[in-house]
């Protein structure tokens, strides 16, 4: 059975950084792509970035790219999301998600375990 924990949500203000962790367990973790997905209240669950086998393939929604970095330390069993220049609109519920099959994708769809997640609140 996998399992997903995400850590390092929190509160931040406008500007800043957060860096969120997902630790998996179960099967071999280099073997999944992972990804990042959000969800503000009230809006459906969103992209927000993925990352193969290795983080040496990476995609990004439009609204982060530059700002958030996903990466993975395949030894720690575990993907990040660096987060940089936080705004307000990026405040949500940020889940990771991982897919022991396919190629890296933007579908919630595509993905077949889920973290509970990890609430980020940024202030203006």
């Known amino acids: 059975q996998v399992q997903l924990v995400e850590s390092g949500g929190g509160l931040v203000q406008a500007g800043g950084s957060l860096r969120l962790s997902c630790a998996v367990s179960?099967?071999?973790?280099?073997?999944?792509?992972m990804g990042w997905f959000r969800q503000a209240p009230g809006k459906e669950r969103e992209f927000v970035a993925a990352?193969?086998?290795?983080?040496?393939?990476?995609y990004y929604a439009a609204s982060v790219k530059g700002r958030f970095t996903i990466s993975r330390d395949n030894a720690k069993n575990t993907v990040y999301l660096q987060m940089n220049s936080l705004k307000p609109e990026d405040t949500a519920i940020y889940y990771c998600a991982a897919a022991n099959r396919g190629f890296i994708s933007a579908s919630k769809l595509e993905y077949d375990y889920w973290g509970q997640g990890t609430q980020v609140t940024v202030s203006s």
């Open positions: 990352t193969m086998y290795g983080d040496d393939m990476t």
């Open positions: 179960g099967r071999t973790f280099s073997s999944y792509r």
